[in-house]
């Protein structure tokens, strides 16, 4: 029955997503990809056909629920859209919201649409602007009453291009609720990170969240194709390891360069078993020039992962050598056996030890860009520095609220 529900609501609203788009799906863009209409991109969504009952016909890039008025705690969950390479703006997506109210419940109104009671009250669409910006205010969702699912925001998300829309559901990186139902149903990061991660301005949380789409949505046409693959994709999460600190600020430790430093930016530079100790000097040194000039917002590593005959102390004497010879100040200079290496979970980054280098930037632990045999010209110089400054965000500034 349901399903026989959502067919007649998405054939009725194909009339509004013309109106609203100002074109058929034949006049849209040329080289659109052609995509197989009987295949069920994301693989379902239960509820997500929803999002038609009381579909404006105008949506704006910011929408406020009445949870801005009537919560506890008032959100502000913004940022932008992007395409699957996680670099460029996707204008005219409709992202549709629903979640729970202060005691964790969906309550309706008499302004609720009968059939989108399940969803209650708070619910709400906005369309991502020429610059793939999006903004909801709202208020920050309770767990489930009795229940030990965390604190969470449903998303449906509907690309001009793609037939039928498809799910992202959001936690928060502060709910202790979190890290049972992650070890229970995997970290599953579809279209972008699954965490959201508050700071603060006043009373008001914000929550800083990039929309990539179709990453991690399954039967997603690939729009992105590279033939050179290393490190994880732009959205996801740098994930945790602990390499050998051999020269730098945390020398003789494994700490982790995440979980140390990663409320600001943070650059992770790889370089496997093709090493040009060359082009390596010239990328310490600049990467030790941005991190002093922009002290406690920015920490680099260089993480050394030659798997050809590796042995600790030799590894460990030759990064301290380069480490003196070039003065370096701020860089961490780090290593790991191979970037297979599973103790040191550097595994976990993906990184393919066959490419000159990877350089991973993240901000709040997030990854916000990626680069792959990056030679160290002035002109890539200059692009690691307008890549800081262009991911810093309007709250790069706000603290974080206290974690117990």
Not at 112 to 133: F, I, Y
Not at 372 to 386: G, M, V
């Amino acid at each position: 029955m349901k399903q026989i529900f959502k067919i007649a609501l998405f054939i009725a609203t194909l009339n509004f997503l013309t109106d609203c788009n100002g074109q058929t799906k034949s006049e849209s863009n040329q080289n659109e990809i052609k995509i197989d209409k009987n295949k069920l991109i994301g693989g379902g969504c239960d509820g997500c056909e929803l999002m038609y009952v009381g579909m404006p016909k105008v949506i704006s890039s910011e929408h406020t629920s009445n949870g801005w008025t009537e919560g506890k705690h008032k959100l502000i969950l913004t940022g932008k859209v992007f395409q699957l390479d996680g670099k460029t703006p996707a204008s005219d997506v409709i992202i549709y919201y629903w979640h729970t109210d202060d005691k964790g419940l969906y309550s309706s109104n008499n302004q609720t649409p009968e059939q989108a009671k399940v969803h209650g009250k708070l619910r709400g669409w906005v369309k991502a602007d020429k610059s793939g910006n999006y903004t909801i205010k709202t208020s920050r969702p309770a767990a489930y009453p009795n229940d030990n699912i965390p604190q969470h925001i449903h998303l449906s998300i509907k690309e001009p291009d793609i037939t039928n829309e498809y799910y992202a559901d959001l936690y928060f990186d502060d709910d202790p609720l979190y890290l049972n139902h992650k070890k229970k149903y995997g970290k599953i990061d579809r279209a972008g990170t699954e965490l959201l991660r508050i700071v603060l301005d006043g009373n008001i949380q914000i929550a800083e969240h990039n929309i990539v789409l179709g990453l991690n949505i399954p039967d997603y046409p690939n729009k992105s194709k590279t033939d050179i693959q290393s490190g994880l994709q732009v959205g996801e999460d740098q994930p945790s390891f602990i390499p050998f600190h051999a020269f730098g600020p945390d020398k003789g430790t494994r700490t982790c360069p995440v979980c140390k430093y990663g409320r600001y930016h943070g650059i992770v530079y790889f370089v496997g078993d093709k090493p040009n100790w060359d082009d390596i000097k010239k990328w310490l040194e600049q990467l030790d020039y941005e991190s002093i000039i922009r002290e406690k917002y920015l920490k680099a590593y260089f993480v050394f992962g030659n798997s050809n005959n590796f042995n600790k102390q030799t590894r460990q004497m030759e990064l301290e050598k380069i480490g003196t010879e070039l003065n370096l100040q701020k860089i961490a200079l780090t290593f790991v056996p191979s970037f297979a290496d599973t103790e040191s979970e550097v595994n976990l980054n993906n990184i393919n030890p066959n490419v000159e280098n990877t350089f991973i930037i993240y901000r709040h632990r997030t990854i916000v860009d990626k680069y792959i045999n990056l030679k160290p010209t002035d002109h890539n110089f200059k692009l690691i520095a307008e890549i800081l400054d262009k991911t810093k965000g309007n709250y790069f500034d706000l603290h974080e609220p206290k974690h117990e």
